[in-house]
């Protein structure tokens, strides 16, 4: 079946601007996480979504980042004012609870210039 | 500040030979312990997982070994295979599923 799925795979943008990344998560699955992964680390846990609302956003960074989840499904993160240290691979993940295992996508890797 | 630990960069094995790779945790709380295969330029996947309440969990060739008391966990691949050469994280929570923790991982390499 289909995994999850994130768009773009790639994104160039310039510092300042604001980007969007996307995750689709497999379908039925009601926990949706993202993660950041930067050069030769792990990935670092941003925020976990249960259903629409956000459980434990602990891990955004700060103000400047921002998701949503408004139906349940679809994931979007926002990044506003996008400065250079913010270039890393985001990941997102899904679960069919949040007592199961992880699934992540390929991640949206992002380079700010 | 590294919860989990990963102290090995990278591993070179022989095809049939075990490959163990080693995970050290700093938090106590930390109760459910999992590990993850990484092929470049896709996302983590799921290998096997332990509960704290085990001290191993086996699934065909992949056994997982938890010791408590040290902290440490580590993985065993045997037989390992050429398509088993992938970077593997280690990860751990305080509760089962989300906030887990990473290492930064070792890139295993099976040699033929």
């Known amino acids: 079946g289909a995994g999850v799925s994130q768009t773009p795979s790639n994104k160039v943008t310039e510092k300042g601007k604001y980007v969007e990344l996307r995750c689709d998560p497999i379908?039925?699955?009601?926990?949706l996480y993202w993660y950041r992964q930067s050069l030769g680390q792990g990935p670092e846990f941003l925020i976990y979504?249960?259903?629409?609302?956000?459980?434990?956003d602990s891990g955004l960074p700060n103000d400047r980042f921002f998701a949503v989840r408004p139906e349940g499904s679809v994931s979007t993160l926002k990044i506003q004012r996008t400065e250079r240290g913010d270039s890393a691979v985001y990941l997102c993940?899904?679960?069919?609870?949040?007592?199961?295992?992880?699934?992540f996508g390929n991640g949206t890797r992002l380079t700010v210039t | 500040d590294q919860q989990v630990k990963q102290n090995s960069p990278s591993l070179s094995v022989q095809e049939g030979r075990i490959s163990i790779l080693n995970c050290d945790y700093t938090?106590?709380?930390?109760?459910?312990f999992l590990w993850y295969k990484k092929y470049p330029a896709e996302g983590p996947t799921f290998l096997i997982s332990?509960?704290?309440?085990?001290d191993k969990n086996e699934d065909g060739r992949f056994t997982v070994f938890l010791n408590k008391s040290a902290k440490h966990l580590s993985l065993h691949i045997v037989p390992s295979q050429p398509g088993d050469s992938a970077v593997y994280f280690c990860?751990?929570?305080?509760?089962?599923?989300?906030?887990?923790?990473f290492g930064k991982g070792t890139s295993l390499l099976v040699t033929p």
């Open positions: 993940a899904s679960s069919l609870t949040s007592n199961s295992p992880l699934h």
């Open positions: 379908s039925g699955h009601t926990a």
């Open positions: 938090n106590s709380m930390f109760d459910y």
């Open positions: 332990i509960s704290s309440i085990k």
């Open positions: 990860a751990a929570s305080a509760q089962t599923g989300y906030a887990l923790n």
């Open positions: 979504f249960q259903g629409t609302g956000a459980a434990d």
